[in-house]
């Protein structure tokens, strides 16, 4: 028997060397305009770089030209920024022979907060993985780290004005106890991403998020004492950091109920601006003025229309890595309209992808893997660049095969197989395309009584969105249906999974007994049923519970899991038509509701 000899995945793989050849020469985030001089792949003398010395409409502060000739590669912009992201374009363009396309490139973004959020004060992570990240995330052209820099574990600020609050007995136990960056460790974050286009947003999270506040002092940040205390704290930060490298600072506010709300807030709003810096609070959360700017966690949409489209906006809604299966996040976020219309404007400002990682984590090497960060990062910094509506609607299902959408998330995945392939084999080890396959599925309710059939397309289909999509209520059971067409006896490696926990909770079925698939899943292939991987740990960490501020939350997650971490499963497909069929029940409030039958590919 020859091995992964499957038609389907022959297919995309050449679309994937098809596309490779074609005008887009696979850069992620595409270019405004490519123009194409020759057919020649040629290899310049040297580079020049120009700073245009003129004045500029503010939307092109960001904006580079590249004209690539025999001679010399041409680089101008109006900023060192702009300068940045031209080279990141080259180091993408060049070939594996250091040759270059002769062309032209005019590219800028469409929204000028284009980034990355990570949660250190639930997980700390050291300076070098601080800059890993940054390193990753300038590859790719977004312009900020956001540094959730406190939480409920722990200030990780050094505080020399008040010690006692990088005690560790003060912090929770297990979360990186008296771990803090020092002021000397901060301004090196802010010089090293500086260099790659990278803006520092730091966030001191307030009033809530401060369990480690009320143990240190005894008292809340809303308090009159806690005020006092936290302005000596924001008074030192603001005078070892100058405003030249921290413009704004990131005041928390959601997530709190307080009975001094507009008080705090107008108190934390002046304190920041009278020390030079902007304000940036989450929504929905404390109410703050019109001056600041809110990052929309919450039906942003929503949100945004009940205020009259008043209030200047981050989109995160669509950009919590943590929350999502990172198969189906990439196909979310690719299909996204970020800010809810696709344009810049006075109140549509940029976007920021958050990790969260409120369950403890002991080895910070699987952060990024699982939550897929790069998974997510590439089709954010696409959007977000170029932004414009793909979908009409952010449905969490994959369009139908061979649409308009469809057709460009292909595409774009098709730059990811490339990607992954020549910069980022470890950090999308987990991650392949999630292609339109179809499935007939007929869902039951909990007396088995039939209620519909559908069609859906994925090798990872999120159930609650198919069933919101076809407003399909009551339904707690599925069985799902696929053809594959091999073009010899084959074995190969698939994925299959019916669970995806989020890392900032422990709700899920946990890990399944011996020989069992979690949330009641079966496989069967040709009617033969396929055994899931030999667990290590069968039988564990079912919480069908919200474990946020419970002892479940600190036992760390372990790649078994997750479908797209742990072991794959070896399976037999004959010559010629092969039926798949799956099955899962719903059966918990708060259950990721989905499958997930991915055939490894190899690249």
């Known amino acids: 028997m020859k091995k992964y000899l499957l038609s389907i995945v022959l297919i995309f793989l050449i679309a994937a060397t098809a596309f490779n050849a074609s005008a887009q020469y696979n850069l992620i985030p595409q270019p405004r305009k490519i123009t194409k001089k020759s057919e020649h792949w040629i290899k310049p003398k040297k580079i020049s770089t120009e700073i245009i010395q003129d004045t500029y409409p503010e939307h092109l502060k960001e904006a580079y030209w590249i004209d690539i000739s025999k001679k010399v590669i041409s680089i101008k912009a109006y900023s060192q920024t702009g300068l940045i992201w031209a080279k990141r374009t080259l180091q993408q363009l060049i070939s594996d022979k250091g040759l270059y396309p ?53 200030w990780r600020i050094e505080c020399k004005v008040y010690p006692e609050l990088n005690n560790p007995k003060f912090q929770r136990i297990g979360r990186d106890e008296g771990k803090f960056y020092t002021y000397n460790e901060i301004r090196e974050v802010i010089s090293y991403a500086k260099e790659r286009g990278i803006m520092i947003i730091p966030e001191i999270d307030m009033p809530g998020h401060s369990d480690f506040f009320d143990a240190t002092f005894g008292c809340s940040m809303n308090s009159a004492k806690g005020m006092a205390i936290l302005e000596k704290c924001l008074l030192e930060f603001f005078n070892e950091i100058p405003v030249t490298d921290i413009p704004y600072l990131h005041i928390g506010s959601d997530e709190v109920h307080i009975n001094n709300p507009k008080e705090f807030m107008t108190w934390a709003e002046t304190l920041v601006r009278n020390n030079g810096r902007k304000t940036i609070a989450w929504y929905p959360g404390l109410e703050g003025d019109s001056q600041t700017l809110y990052q929309v966690w919450n039906d942003g949409s929503a949100n945004n229309k009940k205020n009259n489209g008043t209030k200047k906006i981050l989109d995160s809604f669509m950009g919590y890595l943590n929350y999502s299966d990172p198969i189906i996040f990439t196909n979310k976020m690719f299909l996204h309209t970020p800010c809810h219309t696709g344009c810049r404007s006075n109140t549509e ?9 409120d369950v403890r984590v002991t080895d910070n090497s699987k952060i990024a ?73 007929e869902l039951y309710d909990e007396n088995q009584n039939f209620i519909s059939k559908v069609k859906a397309y994925g090798d990872v289909i ?74 290590e740990q069968p039988g564990l960490y079912k919480y069908h519970y919200n474990t946020w501020a419970k002892p479940e939350e600190e036992l760390p997650y372990t790649d078994e899991q997750f479908y797209w971490t742990r072991k794959a499963v070896s399976i037999k497909l004959n010559k010629g038509e092969n039926i798949i069929e799956l099955s899962t029940k719903k059966h918990f409030t708060g259950q990721k509701f989905q499958f997930a039958f991915l055939i490894d590919m190899e690249f």
């Not at 800059?131 to 956001?146: A, E, G």
């Not at 969490?396 to 020549?422: D, R, S, T, W």
């Open 102 to 154: 002769e062309i032209k490139i005019f590219d800028y973004p469409e929204f000028d907060i284009r980034g990355f959020m990570y949660d250190c004060g639930r997980n700390f992570i050291e300076v070098d993985l601080i800059k890993n990240y940054i390193d990753l995330i300038s590859r790719y052209k977004l312009n900020v780290f956001h540094w959730h820099l406190t939480d409920k574990p722990a």
């Open 349 to 357: 400002i940029g976007g920021i992808l958050c990790l969260w990682n």
């Open 369 to 441: 893997l699982h939550s897929g960060m790069m998974g997510g990062v590439l089709p954010y910094a696409e959007r977000f660049w170029n932004g414009g509506k793909i979908t009409e609607s952010d449905t969490g299902i994959l369009p139908v095969n061979n649409c308009n959408a469809m057709k460009q998330l292909e595409n774009f995945q098709n730059k990811m197989i490339y990607h992954k392939v020549h910069y980022l084999q470890k950090e999308l080890a987990y991650w392949q395309p999630n292609r339109p396959t179809l499935w007939d599925i």
């Open 462 to 535: 999120d159930l609650e969105a198919l069933c919101h999509y076809y407003q399909l209520k009551n339904v707690t059971e599925i069985k799902a249906a696929r053809k594959i067409y091999a073009d010899e006896e084959t074995i190969c490696n698939a994925r299959i999974g019916f669970d995806a926990a989020a890392r900032s909770n422990r709700i899920s079925d946990g890990i399944a007994l011996q020989g069992k698939w979690e949330n009641y899943g079966d496989v069967k292939i040709n009617g033969e049923a396929i055994l899931p991987p030999v667990w």
